[in-house]
């Protein structure tokens, strides 16, 4: 049980990494500043090196070095957790996760694996600049033997948080190599519960999926059918959910939001169903457009779908860098306006 | 047997089974590469003749002599190669990707010395006085995370050999032309005591070995190991850019089975011979009596 329940996304996370620790001693969490007081970059880890001083180690500022390690702890039979400080950094972990650690199971032929968690927060918007606001899970999405993950801000029934409970199991069950990707501006973001949801119908339709991880339908209680179709993950989705309300009340156009928790292996059940409902699909996502996450959403969706697909849009990121002043940042990085702007022209 | 005998058996055993390996790789038998351990034998069997049971090999993508040293069987090897399901991983692997009980090796050069740290790391926090022992050769110090590893094998004193194993040459490429400065010191460094030996005789390299590995096991510290030896084979099936003259002295000069073979009277010698070529024979028409 979560000693407060958490209120947002970060503390939710902090619970989940906690509640590991407590409830699995082979629970091993490597990062770079990652100790107490300071408790991480961005504060994920506060608390846990005080609570568990054996288990939470600093690292040299070592990327590769350090998810090395965790794939021969994780090959020993530890469940190692390891922090990438910020998601740009993922670049050089490349080696390790797509040769080493996502390879054992396969390559040894099932005689072993490496369950490690990588977690990492990903985005900009915060005015750091070309090297530390990208979103590149693009580059890891469709690695064999990976799991990419990412949480949605949503209460959800389990004490610690949809985010937090999304992480835990990750950790916890240890069954395979898992990139976890959070986002800067998901970690403030209240979990939503209670009136903040009362206006929206709120389906977790991933028992459609093999993976069962939560995959959520949203759309606003007794709207009429939507018109469309958003698709979107992670801090996308909040915008994504902004936008769909904005579209309702003041365009009176409607749009049901699906949002995946697991990225990789794609498993797109639900989002093809609805889809098929209103035939038109928008993915929605941080990274830059080409070769992301919505061509391949889309590629599914028409293999899958065919003439039942009418109309099919992807919005991303600029294919440039990610400027630091926040008035070109915004020119460059997808927002609240272009979604619903796309949707318009679409309906 | 005595010793001595016994340490050339299983020298031999390597030799017998590369050997056929490669007289065999022509026929069309076994499918994509192999690197041999030709003139290498006494490194893994001088290293591995001293683990326990729990200890964990690492290995590289000269991996067959270090498989056979730990106790591997040739006929889940041969089959491996000519990649059978009852190959010591189902075929998937290959010669490079092996792994059985706690021996593992793999074809990247650099990221398996990281992977080996944190099998020492989760060794070290068992606290069951297992090690790891990590092949590498001379051409990966070229890696960057070799070094990251070194950083944090030391740091927090991982129980770890790392083993050397300086043939001078990576693929085509001589030491010289890639490897700045001694080599000692790259681990010296990283506070890690490198010990050094210019020897292809097993008698040398295995009481160093013996010694270096109960330092590790008894200290829980790191150590290194750095073998001069000779690559007498080519690097992978027939890649070899070295003048023959020079390939043909180091067959004279660093050969660990003529070198050891000596001490042993002809017949004890010869009976060796005998048996082990037989049991690699028959290994090898076994695997490939093996269904696809
Ligand atoms: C990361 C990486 N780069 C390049 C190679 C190709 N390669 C395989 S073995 C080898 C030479 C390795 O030399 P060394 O470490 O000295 O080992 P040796 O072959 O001499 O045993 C090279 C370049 C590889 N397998 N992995
Ligand atoms: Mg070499």
Redesign the pocket.
């Known amino acids: 049980m979560a000693e407060n329940s958490p209120t947002t996304v970060l503390s939710s996370l902090n619970q989940g990494l906690h509640q590991s620790l407590q409830d699995d001693p082979n629970v091993i969490l490597l990062g770079e500043d990652i100790l107490d007081p300071y408790g991480g970059s961005f504060k994920v880890t506060r608390g846990l090196s005080s609570k568990f001083p054996e288990r939470v180690l600093t690292t040299p500022i070592s990327e590769a070095g350090i998810t090395g390690i965790a794939g021969g702890l994780a090959l020993r039979g530890f469940h190692p957790v390891v922090e990438i400080m910020f998601g740009d950094f993922t670049t050089l972990i490349v080696?390790q996760v797509i040769n080493h650690i996502t390879k054992f199971d396969a390559m040894y032929h099932g005689q072993t694996s490496a369950p490690v968690v990588i977690r990492t927060p990903m985005g900009g918007r915060r005015g750091y600049g070309p090297t530390h606001s990208q979103t590149l899970e693009k580059l890891f999405l469709g690695v064999p033997g990976l799991r990419v993950l990412a949480p949605f801000h949503l209460q959800g029934d389990d004490p610690i948080g949809s985010p937090g409970k999304l992480l835990y199991d990750a950790v916890i069950q240890g069954s395979s190599p898992t990139l976890f990707v959070e986002n800067k501006l998901q970690y403030p973001l209240k979990l939503l519960s209670g009136d903040d949801i009362k206006e929206y119908s709120i389906t977790d339709r991933g028992a459609l999926t093999q993976s069962g991880l939560p995959f959520y339908e949203l759309h606003l209680k007794g709207a009429p059918a939507a018109d469309i179709t958003l698709a979107s993950y992670g801090y996308m989705a909040k915008l994504a959910l902004d936008a769909l309300h904005q579209l309702a009340y003041q365009h009176e156009i409607f749009c049901e939001l699906l949002v995946p928790t697991q990225l990789a292996p794609f498993e797109l059940a639900p989002l093809l169903s609805s889809a098929r409902r209103t035939g038109k699909l928008i993915t929605i996502e941080e990274g830059t457009l080409s070769l992301g996450w919505g061509a391949e959403v889309l590629a599914r969706a028409s293999e899958n779908l065919g003439a039942e697909l009418k109309s099919a849009r992807r919005i991303a990121a600029k294919e440039t860098v990610v400027p630091a002043a926040p008035q070109l940042e915004a020119e460059v990085l997808p927002g609240v306006e272009d979604i619903i702007q796309q949707v318009r022209e679409m309906v | 047997m005595n010793r001595n005998a016994e340490l050339f058996q299983k020298m031999l055993t390597i030799r017998s089974f590369e050997t056929l390996l490669l007289e065999k790789f022509s026929t069309g038998i076994f499918t994509g590469t192999t690197?041999t351990s030709l003139g290498?034998e006494a490194n893994a069997v001088g290293v591995l003749s001293h683990i326990q049971e729990n200890d964990v090999v690492v290995s590289?993508?000269?991996c067959h002599g270090h498989f056979l040293a730990y106790g591997g069987d040739p006929l889940a090897l041969y089959a491996e190669l000519m990649g059978k399901p009852d190959g010591v991983c189902g075929g998937v692997g290959g010669s490079q990707h092996l792994h059985w009980r706690n021996f593992y090796s793999s074809?990247?050069?650099?990221?398996t010395v990281a992977m080996a740290a944190g099998m020492a790391m989760a060794e070290k926090r068992k606290g069951d006085k297992a090690i790891v022992i990590d092949f590498?050769?001379?051409?990966?110090?070229g890696?960057g995370i070799v070094y990251e590893s070194l950083n944090m094998i030391s740091l927090w004193q991982l129980p770890i050999l790392i083993v050397l194993?300086n043939?001078h040459?990576?693929?085509t490429t001589p030491a010289e032309l890639a490897i700045a400065g001694d080599i000692s010191q790259r681990f010296e460094a990283f506070g890690i005591p490198a010990a050094r030996i210019d020897s292809s005789d097993i008698l040398e390299i295995s009481p160093l070995a013996e010694a270096l590995i109960g330092r590790v096991r008894n200290e829980s510290r790191p150590q290194a190991l750095i073998i001069d030896t000779a690559?007498l084979g080519t690097?992978s099936k027939g890649d070899d850019t070295r003048p023959g003259e020079v390939v043909e002295a180091l067959w004279q000069e660093r050969d660990p089975l003529t070198i050891h073979g000596s001490r042993l009277s002809e017949g004890v010698r010869s009976s060796i011979t005998i048996k082990i070529e037989a049991y690699i024979q028959a290994a090898f028409t076994r695997a490939l009596g093996k269904e696809d």
Do not use: K
């Open positions: 080696d | 690197h290498q590289n993508h000269r074809g990247l050069q650099g990221g590498m050769g001379d051409g990966t110090l890696e194993e043939n040459i990576a693929q690559r690097h």
